[in-house]
């Protein structure tokens, strides 16, 4: 008689008319006890095939959440909170401003503002900053509009605080020698930005160090004219901000370096036996590079 090899995603199995003589994964516990198990009819086959295979894939979709998911979610959150910040504190200043033009060119910062618009009326205001008012002289109803929304604005600042203090713990437990080398929030960026922590452990410290940065280098490899990116994401960590101009790109690569040795040290470890003092020696190291 006639054999067929039928494959899928999950194995690979072997036929003789309509019963199956091999396989080479295990599907039911009986099969497991007899590797020679032969289904007597190959719809019925392909019934429990079905059935087994809708099983694993609720069990692989369930596993399949883990820390790196959390962190990747929190820091697009993140993202959209600024977003919205900014967005409605720019609406805050032109709505305010029809009534207390003058302080928009005082604060630049939109969470400062809006607390004074909470806290201040015009008067207090006047006399805070020493001007006379050109703005209109609104209804009580209408500021109390204005104040709704600044209200709004100090609720979206504190949920971004509660999100970066529950990122920090997420970071703290998944991989504590990466938060030593880059801080919390800059790797949880960089993890969001590779997918997961073993797709950045996976990464050269170079690609590290220009993770975030992809729009400038496609650039400058069209156009060799404009200059090629030296830092991405790893451009706010405080060791490269505070560092010269000039000196810019010899600080992101020494931290990019540290930061590749400090996550494969956190996603290769032995489980449960993080070696949590590796990231502290990295960063003496990368201070003493950079003197």
Same mark, same amino acid.
């Given at each position: 008689?006639?054999?067929?090899?039928?494959?899928?995603?999950?194995?690979?199995?072997?036929?003789?008319?309509?019963?199956?003589?091999?396989?080479?994964?295990?599907?039911?516990?009986?099969?497991?006890?007899?590797?020679?198990?032969?289904?007597?009819?190959?719809?019925?086959?392909?019934?429990?095939?079905?059935?087994?295979?809708?099983?694993?894939?609720?069990?692989?979709?369930?596993? /399949?959440?883990?820390?790196?998911?959390?962190? /990747?979610?929190?820091?697009?959150?993140?993202?959209?909170?600024?977003?919205?910040?900014?967005?409605?504190?720019?609406?805050?200043?032109?709505?305010?401003?029809?009534?207390?033009?003058?302080?928009?060119?005082?604060?630049?910062?939109?969470?400062?503002?809006?607390?004074?618009?909470?806290?201040?009326?015009?008067?207090?205001?006047?006399?805070?900053?020493?001007?006379?008012?050109?703005?209109?002289?609104?209804?009580?109803?209408?500021?109390?509009?204005?104040?709704?929304?600044?209200?709004?604005?100090?609720?979206?600042?504190?949920?971004?605080?509660?999100?970066?203090?529950?990122?920090?713990?997420?970071?703290?437990?998944?991989?504590?020698?990466?938060?030593?080398?880059?801080?919390?929030?800059?790797?949880?960026?960089?993890?969001?930005?590779?997918?997961?922590?073993?797709?950045?452990?996976?990464?050269? /410290?170079?690609?590290?160090?220009?993770?975030?940065?992809?729009?400038?280098?496609?650039?400058?490899?069209?156009?060799?004219?404009?200059?090629?990116?030296?830092?991405?994401?790893?451009?706010?960590?405080?060791?490269?901000? /505070?560092?010269?101009?000039? #000196?810019?790109?010899?600080?992101?690569?020494?931290?990019?370096?540290?930061?590749?040795?400090?996550?494969?040290? #956190?996603?290769?470890?032995?489980?449960?036996?993080?070696?949590?003092?590796?990231?502290?020696?990295?960063?003496?190291?990368?201070?003493?590079?950079?003197?």
């Amino acid at each position: 008689m006639q054999k067929r090899q039928y494959t899928n995603i999950i194995g690979t199995f072997l036929f003789k008319e309509d019963k199956m003589i091999a396989r080479d994964i295990k599907t039911t516990k009986k099969m497991d006890e007899d590797p020679d198990f032969i289904f007597p009819k190959l719809p019925e086959f392909q019934k429990q095939f079905y059935e087994l295979n809708m099983k694993q894939t609720a069990k692989d979709i369930i596993n /399949s959440v883990k820390t790196d998911n959390l962190i /990747s979610q929190s820091v697009n959150n993140i993202d959209e909170l600024n977003r919205t910040i900014n967005l409605l504190g720019k609406r805050l200043r032109e709505w305010f401003g029809l009534y207390f033009p003058e302080l928009n060119s005082q604060i630049n910062d939109n969470e400062i503002y809006a607390k004074l618009v909470l806290d201040k009326n015009k008067e207090q205001l006047s006399k805070k900053y020493g001007v006379k008012s050109v703005g209109a002289d609104l209804d009580k109803a209408d500021v109390t509009q204005i104040k709704v929304l600044a209200t709004e604005i100090t609720l979206l600042v504190k949920l971004r605080e509660k999100q970066k203090l529950y990122i920090e713990k997420l970071m703290a437990k998944l991989c504590p020698n990466t938060t030593e080398v880059a801080t919390a929030q800059i790797g949880a960026e960089l993890i969001a930005h590779a997918g997961s922590l073993e797709n950045l452990a996976e990464m050269t /410290s170079s690609t590290i160090q220009l993770l975030g940065a992809e729009k400038a280098l496609f650039r400058h490899l069209k156009n060799k004219r404009s200059s090629c990116p030296k830092h991405g994401i790893i451009i706010n960590h405080p060791i490269v901000a /505070s560092s010269r101009q000039k #000196d810019h790109g010899k600080a992101a690569r020494h931290l990019a370096s540290a930061i590749s040795m400090a996550a494969k040290v #956190d996603y290769f470890h032995e489980k449960g036996k993080p070696n949590k003092d590796y990231g502290k020696k990295l960063m003496a190291k990368v201070k003493k590079q950079l003197k």
